[in-house]
């Protein structure tokens, strides 16, 4: 099975989508004339909307369940990997993802805004809902809820859930070894492991709502903190900062590791990490109440930057600066030492897509504080990413139960998530990674397709963002009109408009 999960994602992380992923990033940079530079000023002010209702979440509570996708594994044990097998110059490619990924953001947000429909209660959206509602291909939507579903609900969780279970045994050792049907676990990840499916449940039993007041808390916390870590392992190596700089940049196109390594390696672990054209991000941006769909894509562009340019650069000045990592070929076998090993600073047999280069580069600073702190960031990180893998399920499974209308789909994917969550615990990090990466690629496929198809087609986000620019610049209360636009199928915007006007009377 793993030999197939590998031949596998081969194929769907072939170099066709590598570009195709950077080619659009490029693509909407342009169109937008780079609003993710022109706008940071207004990104910054909308993410602080606190506009919450009964019905939706605020801006800042949508950007808090958007990072809890964006800022997990990846960023510790992602960028990690992409130096292992990819070299410093990794970083750079990453970088580049994260900046032309902002615009991709952008596009995909909005549309989630735009689309997004009302149920049971609450604001639902997602690219299987503009799929259907802009190019009224429901057959598209069906492909992406089931992939969507596939990929957060089966293949994600196990990724994050692994590198916990690695962080818990990193810190408090294996503990005594228990036999179970996954084979021999240490005591100390099966405490760990049912002290997550405890919390797990009570949260995502509680809905969007309780998912929202939990990671607008503990996302921009635990990150502020391993920041903060960060800049003061730059500060003690403050005379090292242009040689590291000047290592990734040149390292990006003379790769240690080959220069398609690099780039395979950091594109495929940005858009891991950033989400930008994965097709995640637009389900928590269409449950934020806003006054008009561009407002929501501009802050999740701004999550892009605080998870790449900010978390993964943190983590990346730290392994680098400290000298904790290696750089290996992916056929390295660090057991037996078969393979190739490109450089190395450390033990070979050290996992490389594993958080170790990162809890040693802070062990190595602030001793068995930065092991522990590295622990809970993980945690905290991988947890909360989590929250938002069973969000996107849910919100795909609901698409998918309009057909059937009950409520037997969405308990089962519950425990799905819980038991995919135990097996990634206790698992090989290797094979689960493989797992996590096809669940990215496949969503990453048809999303960006499916936009760019939006776009040839009928260029919603464009005129939404030219309505936006316009509206800022008469100074007047901003409002949405998507018939005046030329916008077709935005009924829920249709609806609000027309109700202001009955009340405006």
Known sequence: MEGFIS???????????????????????????????????????????NNE?????????????????????????????????????????????????????????????????????QYRGGPAYYFERC??????????????????????????????????????????????????????????LAFILIILAFIIFGGIKRIANFTQIVVPFMALGYIILALIVVFLNLDRVPAIFGLILSDAFTAQAGFGAAIGWGVKRG????EAGQGTGPHAAAAAEVDHPAQQGLVQAFSVYVDTLFVCTATALMILMTGQYNVQTEDFNAATGAGTMIMQNIDASTVVASPAFTQMALHSVFGQFGQVFAGLAIFFFAFTTILAYYYITETNVAYLNRLFNNKLPNL???????????????????????IGDLGVGIMAWVNVVGILVIFFMYKPTMRCLRDYEEQKKTGGPVTFDPVKLGIKNATFWEKRLEQQQKDQK
């Open 7 to 49: 031949a596998l994602n081969s194929i769907v992380w072939s170099p066709a989508l590598i570009y195709l992923c950077l080619g659009a990033g490029l693509f909407y940079s342009i169109l937008t004339r780079f609003a993710q530079v022109r706008h940071f000023k207004e990104m910054c002010k909308l993410m602080l909307n």
């Open 271 to 274: 858009i891991y990490s950033n």
């Open 135 to 192: 190019l009224g291909w429901r057959w598209l939507g069906i492909l992406f809820a089931i992939s969507a579903i596939i990929g957060c609900g089966i293949f994600l969780p196990g990724v994050q859930a692994n590198a916990v279970g690695n962080a818990i045994t990193q810190v408090f050792g294996e503990g005594t070894a228990v036999v179970t049907s996954f084979g021999e676990v240490g005591s100390h990840k099966l405490i760990g």
């Open 412 to 434: 089962v994917f519950k425990l799905i998530l819980m038991f995919m969550v135990a097996y990634g615990t206790v698992n090989s990090a290797g094979y689960i990674w493989n």
């Open 53 to 121: 209702s009964d019905k939706g979440i605020s801006s800042f509570q949508a950007l808090a369940v958007s990072l809890s996708g964006r800022v997990g594994v990846g960023n510790i044990a992602g960028v990690a990997a992409a130096i292992g097998f990819g070299g410093p110059g990794a970083v750079f490619w990453m970088w580049i993802v994260a900046f032309l990924g902002a615009s991709t953001a952008y596009v995909e947000s909005t549309l989630g805004q735009l689309y997004k429909v009302e149920e049971n209660g």
